[in-house]
T-cell receptor
Framework: GAVVSQHPSWVICKSGTSVKIECRSL??????MFWYRQFPKQSLMLMAT?????????EQGVEKDKFLINHASLTLSTLTVTSAHPEDSSFYIC??????????????FGPGTRLTVT | RKEVEQDPGPFNVPEGATVAFNCTYS??????FFWYRQDCRKEPKLLMS???SGNEDGRFTAQLNRASQYISLLIRDSKLSDSATYLC????????????FGSGTRLLVRP
């Protein structure tokens, strides 16, 4: 498989502050990374697609000014949650895709960041 | 109808049992199918890709049934360590690599 790291693994912040989460591909280059959010007992919901060297594309209903994504290199994407609110508390997980046989891709996830906003 | 549906379970089985999960998908044009395993409070880990010809990896076998639009995962000789939530994922209509995840099937293997 491919290794994706994420930092920090957990963070507690106060309402109104900003939090930056880093996602790195350790043993491969990732032109495309994804950011997901998962609430308890729910499935993963894609928030945005992070593209190296270009703007991120956001899913419907996700505020791009609130969730800032930067993909400045082939191994690093960052998600900044700005002006965090308690309802932003969630498990944020990044992933990266690796091409496989044919035209298929496999997606590998980072270990996730548990954000708690107080 | 949800785009990807799974029975949430839990499936409670004894060690050594064989257990099977299904996952139905609504887009007949889907091309990429995967099974992931997710432990409590952890990230999903890729278990296996599901190819048209099926896929087997040790005790795990995945099958694709295009006619009925579902994928299956069979686990033989269940171990306690197999207890987890199993997520299926299917590529989205608008992308060959963006995935839609099911809500997962929880498996509990008891001694």
């Amino acid at each position: 498989g491919a290794v994706v790291s994420q930092h920090p693994s957990w963070v507690i912040c106060k309402s109104g502050t900003s939090v930056k989460i880093e996602c790195r591909s350790l043993d491969f280059q990732a032109t495309t990374m994804f950011w997901y959010r998962q609430f308890p007992k729910q499935s993963l919901m894609l928030m945005a697609t992070s593209n190296e060297g270009s703007k991120a594309t956001y899913e419907q209903g996700v505020e791009k000014d609130k969730f800032l994504i930067n993909h400045a290199s082939l191994t690093l994407s960052t998600l900044t949650v700005t002006s965090a609110h308690p309802e932003d508390s969630s498990f944020y997980i990044c992933s990266a895709i690796v091409p496989r046989r044919g035209l298929s891709y496999e997606q590998y996830f980072g270990p996730g960041t548990r954000l708690t906003v107080t | 109808r949800k785009e990807v549906e799974q029975d949430p379970g839990p499936f409670n089985v004894p060690e050594g049992a064989t257990v099977a999960f299904n996952c139905t998908y609504s887009n007949s044009a889907s091309q990429s199918f995967f099974w992931y395993r997710q432990d409590c409070r952890k990230e999903p880990k890729l278990l296996m890709s599901v190819y048209s010809s099926g896929n087997e990896d040790g005790r795990f076998t995945a099958q694709l049934n295009r006619a009925s639009q579902y994928i299956s995962l069979l686990i033989r000789d269940s171990k306690l360590s197999d207890s987890a939530t199993y997520l299926c994922a299917v590529n989205r209509m608008d992308s060959s690599y963006k995935l839609i995840f099911g809500s997962g099937t929880r498996l509990l293997v008891r001694p």
